[in-house]
């Protein structure tokens, strides 16, 4: 099992950047693909981010490409959602989760969440 801890939201207005963390406990986070989805009230979640667990493959959103950059530190079982350019459309719950197998970009492949970080985006 794979317990996951988010962090780094808050508050940001339009334009800036936050970096969003999660922290994950167990010896095989390196055996797991990771994503970040969001879910802002009345929308479904969605995939923003991903990244398998070997060969640097990267999934991004057509929203969020070129404005977000996913990365992780297997040493510190530790993922990171990098959030520039923040609009208020980004605002959102952004969850981290884990899936044990392929394709990163399908979104029933996470079996394991975190409990959610709020990201609010105004002036």
């Known amino acids: 099992q794979v317990q996951l801890v988010e962090s780094g939201g808050g508050l940001v207005q339009p334009g800036g950047s936050l970096r969003l963390s999660c922290a994950a406990s167990?010896?095989?986070?390196?055996?797991?693909?990771m994503g970040w989805f969001r879910q802002a009230p009345g929308k479904e979640r969605e995939l923003v981010a991903a990244?398998?667990?070997?060969?640097?493959?990267?999934y991004y959103a057509d929203s969020v490409k070129a404005r977000f950059t996913i990365s992780r530190d297997n040493a510190k079982n530790t993922v990171y959602l990098q959030m520039n350019s923040l609009q208020p459309e980004d605002a959102a719950v952004y969850y981290c989760?884990?899936?044990?197998?392929?394709?990163?970009?399908?979104?029933?492949?996470?079996?394991?969440w975190g409990q959610g970080t709020q990201v609010t985006v105004s002036s």
């Open positions: 167990g010896r095989t986070f390196s055996s797991y693909s």
């Open positions: 989760a884990a899936a044990g197998r392929d394709p990163i970009w399908q979104a029933l492949n996470y079996a394991y």
């Open positions: 990244i398998r667990w070997r060969g640097g493959i990267t």
